[in-house]
């Protein structure tokens, strides 16, 4: 039987990487690309805790799904700004784009 | 160890090997193909965990919607087919530690907790995870209300993407 | 029971004791008795695509007044056999500026996606590999990964035809699969079950009768998914010489061919299953498994000709207009009729039979005719903003 | 749904169109008056229900339909808001929502529905006619009001407030109709406010009715003292009455109850025209005829009447049956004299609805009268018979203008005046309708004998103050009622026999059906009304139809009024002065062509006894003199800008030193650029960290998230 902190572990694995990839990736496609990978791993982490809980409490799977929602909403306007980005500036580069700065 | 335990690890194995190369490989469009295959352990991930609607809403939404949208993108902002220059940027080694330090403290919290060694128990017979979950997201004792609202945020997505990335010329 | 009453059943019992007879685990023999009937599944099915290749060929003969393959064998039966051989002693081939292992996977995960699909087609009431308890979410999680393919081909090819080919096609894929799954949950409705048995189990009355509306505008989604005509602009052969295949040859090309037409057939399956009634007929799924699985194999026959059908009949259809007539028509239509669906449904519940099919069945009419009401004003409209009001109303008359 | 109820609903459908017609149907002239003629209807058809439904009960005035509930705490008790429908307030009712809704329905007519927009018509001034060309020729035909909503909802609002007036069972509500009318007045005479003229009169309507009704609220909160209650039936209880009969006041020796009466009178002389605070009525015959008709004849100056009928009980507190008390003495010299009065000045007016003006002051003055002498059912006879013939001869009034502006747009000669009399003559064949109605009307009002509603009522106020002695009051009333005669008969001849006097006279044309009708409808009640109230021992007629009337509306008192014994004296008095007056009126003017031939226009009664110009010279001048010269230009000027004055200047010096000695020095020196320094300068030393790049915030968010996650987990946890 797998123990439940493996799954934990996995998940925070996941988590891990995808904050290195949101921290340090210089295209702003790949830092989403990150950002999908620890939304990920919170999903493992809700599945598990929902199969390794009350199975019959069905919170654990209800919220994995508004994730999945709130994935799909992310990264459709996410991509979409960075298309318009794009448009305007010709680079997808997040280091460039820093005109909010002093 | 038992086969589950080994299926477990294989996949785990595969999952994070394929996210560290969504977020080492110097080809973008790679990262996204490799993000897929982790998507896809992470499908299977819920299929171990007895979560077969999570799973194949996985495929679904993941696969097929998001890891596509992703491609289109990448294909959309590129100036020339190669990606050319490091992937990363100077202060690429804070991020690694922060990552590492993340990791680590996760873990020592798991660790450390006393509940993370248990076993899940068994699935009551005849139980249907897709039925109650059917009705977790439609009653209004359950979350029908975040469910609602779920829906409304996708709409105002998809309208926002479209005013945002529309072409005005 | 025996093994024609329960086959599947027999033959594993069968090759348990043996394999447990050998010394093995019974765990691990559990898993090579899967194995193997996958194994079993997979080759039949190949085995069914390459007859479906003289099928296709015949068929289009036919509808283009020719005469079609008559050469090699007894009506021209051994041409596929004559085509694979060509197709495996041509060059292997991999364009230069490609990208290698993505271009390789692509026609794999291309055929992949379409067996898999037939993890979940119930052939008998006994005779399916798994009645997943999602089958129909099932269908559209296996399509994603044939878009996947679609994209990887055509990017991986470095051939701005086959990209441009991709991205239609998915773009395709990716709209159609909107109406397809509105569609899709009608059965779900009707029949209280995700699950393809479970749908085929409650047609007592077929679902056409009950939502012929619903029947329709999945068949319009499949076809294209499927990428076929009228929805074949991804291969545009007069402007994209052949779209995302373009630079596949050889087996690689054979295994998007074979795909495609297996797919198509696939569909039919999944048209007679979610709408036909699957593998029942006037109860002779009762008498044999085997008839059943006949039965079965004869409807998706007749759904895979009905596709063809119209793939040899209609003309392409231009892309705007294509996305259009998803996003515009056929999306609404298909929410709507969810809509009205559900709803006529819980409101006939408990009703005599007759009247349940009849009242199912005008509202389903009713839909479509004011679905069609409204595309026609707002094509007048749009044909007067064009050619003004007069010459629309000459043409009328 | 029970009676009560229903005299709940009754005043809601006038104030619901008055609200839908503002804030929604302003836009459409059809649609505002169907919304306030239908809500006129329903009101009427309720009072109707209601009526019936009174008359049905026996011992009505013992138990009348009533209901109340609290309304505004005042400490231990409440002041209530209630209705009630006795006798006199059924028979009330009857008449008023009679005319209300013809009136609603006559100024459709009037206001030009269904004609054209005017040329040059404006808001504020009345239409001026719009040229329509037919058959290849342009006429000018009468055009149609521009603020035809508006004036709709405001007789919804008017109507509002009589039917709360009538309904309600106690003073304060009976106030606040009787405030809402008084608003409507001012509002509806200055309705075409544009003219100079109507906008005066309705100023001068406003103040004059404010002065009675200030002394009114004295009296409704002297009787709140004093009884601490406002509701009729409990004030004429016995016990209480017999209270603040005894109560004696240090104002001329009254009794409570006596000075209340009086103070409550005084109003009523504000709001029913009565000498001498009658002079805005004729000066309110500036705003349109309806509302001349309607507010100024029927129903608002009837409300003064009514009352003072409420008060009736208290007027005649320590009354024993002969001896006038002094309240009493007051209310009837006040209106013999009024009566009197009025009639002197109406016989030497030329406008026609001026004519009727003092004439509607003169026939208050009466019932004024026959209340003063403790004529109580005469008194309400009179007022609903002559609210009938009044409003008739009104609205007949404003048809013949209406003719006759027809015939000015014709000739087109605006200098002609449409309501002088002696520009008419020999309407009676172009306006047979009119001619016929206003006839009855007039008749009624003169009293003629045994037909006319008219007669009998006068003719019982008469026979009251014979009967019971009141001589002095007797004869001035049968002058007053012999020159009544006299005038009516002036006014018919002038505007309808003879031949006319002008062109425009020649092409007047008779009006539309919606003026017509109502015409016919309280001409068919001018004649009628008189029937039910015929006394008993009238010879001949006496007895064939029972004295209905006395019946039903003596059993509001307490104590039943006698029937009074017959008396040849006052009903040949009635007969002479009725006939006599109109056979003079007729011999008199036959022939007169113009003013100068009419003998009888003395200057001192063509001005109106010069009461304008004396309350001008009395109360006007000084009161802008003192104003001028005192109070602006001693105490404002002088007195309170110069304190003004001083204490700008001390300010002024004040805050020079504050400025100078802190405020720069220390405020914007120190504090205020010195801040700015230091933000500047800490501003400019932390830019560095605001590189615009989003992973660095993040990698420093999380640098301190992690810092103090471990932090906390080690000094809380561990």
């Known amino acids: ?102 | 160890m038992t086969a589950e335990q080994i299926v477990f690890l294989i996949v785990a194995l595969v999952t994070l090997g394929s996210a560290f190369m969504v977020v080492t490989t110097r080809n973008l469009i790679h990262a996204a193909l490799w993000l897929v295959a982790t998507l896809f352990g992470v499908a299977v991930v819920y299929a171990l965990l007895n979560a077969g609607f999570l799973a194949v809403v996985q495929v679904v939404v993941y696969i097929g919607a998001i890891a596509i949208l992703f491609i289109f993108a990448v294909m959309l902002t590129r100036k020339d087919a190669r990606d050319s220059g490091p992937q990363t940027h100077k202060n690429w080694w804070v991020g690694a530690l922060l990552a590492v330090a993340s990791y680590l403290g996760l873990s020592a919290l798991v660790l450390g907790w006393s509940g993370s060694s248990k076993a899940a128990a068994g699935l009551p017979s005849g139980f249907d995870a897709v039925g109650q979950l059917g009705e977790a997201l439609t009653s209004p004792n359950a979350y029908v209300l975040p469910f609602e609202v779920a829906s409304v945020l996708l709409l105002a997505a998809l309208v926002g993407a479209v005013y945002v990335a529309f072409n005005r010329k | 029971m025996n093994f024609w009453n329960d086959p599947l059943k027999t033959a594993a019992d069968w090759l348990m004791g043996v394999f447990t007879g050998w010394g093995m685990n019974e765990v691990a023999a559990q898993v090579l008795i899967a194995f193997l009937g996958v194994l079993l599944l997979i080759t039949l099915l190949m085995v069914l695509d390459i007859f479906l290749v003289w099928i296709e060929r015949k068929v289009v003969a036919r509808f283009q007044d020719r005469l079609g393959p008559n050469r090699v064998g007894p009506f021209g039966l051994i041409q596929p056999f004559a085509d694979i051989v060509k197709l495996l002693i041509k060059e292997d081939f991999t364009p230069g500026g490609a990208d290698k292992v993505v271009y390789n996977i692509a026609p794999m995960l291309s055929m992949m996606s379409v067996l898999i699909l037939w993890a979940i087609v119930p052939l008998a009431p006994v005779i399916l590999s798994v009645d997943l308890n999602v089958g129909l979410l099932y269908l559209i999680a296996a399509g994603a990964i044939g878009t996947l393919s679609i994209i990887m081909a055509g990017w991986a090819s470095n051939n701005k035809f086959a990209l441009i080919g991709a991205f239609r096609q998915v773009a395709v894929m990716v709209s159609f699969e909107v109406p397809m799954l509105a569609t899709l949950l009608i059965p779900t409705i009707l029949s209280g079950s995700m699950g393809l048995n479970g749908i085929v189990q409650a047609q007592n009355t077929w679902f056409v009768f009950i939502a012929p509306l619903a029947a329709l505008i999945f068949l319009i989604a499949a076809i294209a998914e499927l990428g076929r005509a009228p929805f074949d602009l991804s291969e545009g052969e007069s402007e994209l010489v052949s779209g995302y295949n373009i630079e596949y040859a050889g087996m690689k090309f054979g295994m998007f061919y074979a795909g495609e037409l297996l797919h198509a057939f696939t569909f039919g399956g999944f048209w007679a299953i979610l709408f036909f009634g699957g593998y029942r007929f006037f109860g002779l799924e009762q008498v044999s498994p085997f008839l059943a699985v006949a039965v079965m194999v004869f409807k998706a026959m007749i759904g895979y000709w009905i596709i063809m059908w119209i793939k040899y009949t209609m003309m392409r259809i231009r892309i705007d207009h294509m996305l259009a007539f998803n996003w515009k028509f056929l999306t609404p239509v298909a929410f709507v009729l969810l809509m009205v669906v559900a709803l006529a449904n819980a409101l006939l519940a408990g009703t005599p039979t007759w009247l349940y099919v009849s009242g199912m069945f005008l509202s389903n009419v009713l839909v479509a005719w004011a679905a069609m009401e409204v595309a026609r004003t707002v094509s007048r409209r749009e044909r007067e903003k064009v050619e003004g009001p007069k010459a629309v109303a000459e043409a009328h008359h | 749904m029970t009676t009560e109820t229903l005299i709940w609903l009754i005043p809601l459908p006038p104030i619901l169109a008055f609200f839908l017609i503002v804030l929604f149907t302003n836009k459409s002239k059809a649609l505002s008056h169907t919304i306030g003629v239908g809500a006129a209807a329903l009101s009427w058809l309720a009072s109707m229900v209601v009526f019936f439904r009174a008359i049905g009960v026996e011992h009505l005035g013992e138990h009348p339909f009533e209901s109340s509930l609290n309304w505004l705490p005042t400490g231990d008790t409440f002041l209530k808001i209630g209705v009630l429908i006795d006798p006199v307030g059924a028979a009330v009712l009857f008449f008023v929502s009679i005319t209300i809704f013809m009136i609603f329905l006559y100024s459709v007519g009037y206001h030009n529905f269904g004609q054209p927009k005017g040329d040059h018509d404006v808001a504020g001034l009345p239409p001026h006619g719009a040229t329509v060309e037919e058959h290849g020729r342009k006429h000018v035909v009468p055009s149609i009001e521009p603020m035809y909503s508006r004036f709709f909802a405001f007789l919804g609002l008017f109507a509002f407030g009589m039917y709360t007036l009538v309904v309600s069972d106690n003073l304060l509500t009976l106030f606040v109709g009787w405030e809402i009318m008084g608003l409507c007045s001012y509002l509806l005479i200055g309705f075409w406010y544009g003219k100079p003229s109507a906008r005066n009169a309705a100023i001068k309507a406003f103040m004059t009715t404010r002065v009675g009704d200030v002394f009114m609220l004295l009296g409704i909160a002297f009787l709140y003292w004093a009884t601490g209650t406002l509701s009729f039936r409990e004030i004429f209880t016995e016990e209480t009455l017999h209270i603040l009969g005894t109560t004696m006041t240090p104002i001329f020796g009254l009794s409570a109850a006596g000075l209340i009466a009086l103070l409550l009178f005084i109003g009523t002389v504000g709001k029913s025209a009565q000498w001498p605070l009658h002079v805005w009525l004729p000066d309110a015959m500036e705003g349109p005829t309806p509302v001349s008709a309607m507010i100024h004849a029927a129903t608002m100056v009837s409300a003064g009447v009514y009352a003072v009928i409420r008060m009736f009980p208290l007027l005649t507190t320590d009354f024993n049956g002969h001896e006038l008390t002094t309240a009493m003495s007051v209310v009837a010299f006040i209106g013999a004299f009024t009566a009197l009065f009025a009639a002197t000045i109406a016989v030497a007016q030329n406008d026609i609805k001026r004519v009727l003006a003092y004439s509607t002051i003169s026939q208050l003055g009466f019932m004024i009268a026959a209340l003063g002498i403790g004529a109580y059912v005469a008194a309400v006879f009179h007022l609903i018979t002559h609210a009938f013939f009044k409003a008739l001869l009104f609205l007949g009034s404003g048809s013949v203008i209406h003719g006759m502006e027809h015939g000015v747009l014709h000739t087109g000669n605006h200098e002609t005046d449409p309501q002088n009399m002696f520009n008419m003559g020999g309407l009676r064949n172009k306006m047979p309708i009119t001619f016929w109605t206003f006839l009855i009307g007039g008749f009624a009002l003169s009293g003629f004998p045994i037909l006319t509603a008219g007669f009998w009522s006068k003719d019982e106020i008469l026979a009251d103050a014979f009967g019971h002695g009141h001589m002095a009051v007797f004869i001035t009333l049968a002058v007053a009622a012999f020159m009544t005669a006299f005038y009516t008969m002036r006014q018919i001849t002038l505007t309808f026999l003879g031949e006319p006097r002008t062109k425009e006279a020649e092409h007047a044309q008779e009006t539309p059906w919606t003026m017509t009708a109502p015409l016919v409808v309280l001409a068919f009640f001018a004649v009628t009304y008189g029937w039910v109230g015929i006394p008993e021992h009238f010879p001949l007629f006496g007895g064939l139809v029972p004295n209905w009337f006395h019946e039903f509306v003596g059993g509001t008192l307490a104590e039943h009024p006698e029937a009074l014994e017959f008396n040849v004296v006052p009903l040949l008095t009635s007969l002479f002065v009725a006939l006599g007056g109109l056979f003079f009126g007729w011999l008199a003017y036959r022939n007169v062509q113009t003013p100068a031939e009419d003998k009888f226009q003395i200057p001192v009664l063509k001005n109106k006894w010069y009461f304008d110009e004396a309350y001008d010279f009395l109360f006007v001048k000084p009161a802008y003199w003192f104003s001028e010269t005192f109070v602006s230009a001693w105490m404002d000027k002088g007195v309170i800008d110069g304190i003004l004055h001083t204490f700008g200047k001390v300010t002024q010096f004040l805050g020079d030193i504050i400025r100078n000695y802190f405020d720069l020095p220390v405020i914007n020196r120190f504090f205020g650029d010195g801040t700015a320094d230091a933000t500047q300068w800490v501003g400019r030393n932390l830019r560095p960290i605001q590189t615009g790049r989003v992973q660095q915030y993040f990698m420093l968010a999380l640098v301190i998230f992690i810092v103090v996650g471990a932090a906390l987990y080690y000094l809380l946890l561990a």
């Not at chain 1, 199975?55 to 209800?62: C, D, E, L, S």
Request: aromatic content about 10%.
């Open chain 1, 1 to 102: 039987m797998v123990p439940l902190s493996w799954y934990l572990i996995l998940s925070a694995g996941l988590f891990s990487i995808g904050l290195f990839g949101v921290l340090t990736r210089r295209n702003a496609v790949a830092i989403l690309l990150g950002v999908e990978l620890m939304l990920n791993s919170v999903n493992v982490n809700l599945a598990a805790f929902w199969r390794y809980g009350d199975v019959t409490q069905m919170a654990g799977q209800v919220f994995a799904i508004i994730v999945f929602a709130v994935a799909a909403a992310e990264v459709a306007v996410g991509l979409a700004l960075v298309i318009s980005v794009y448009r305007k500036r010709n680079t997808v580069i997040a280091d460039d784009i820093d005109l909010m700065k002093w």
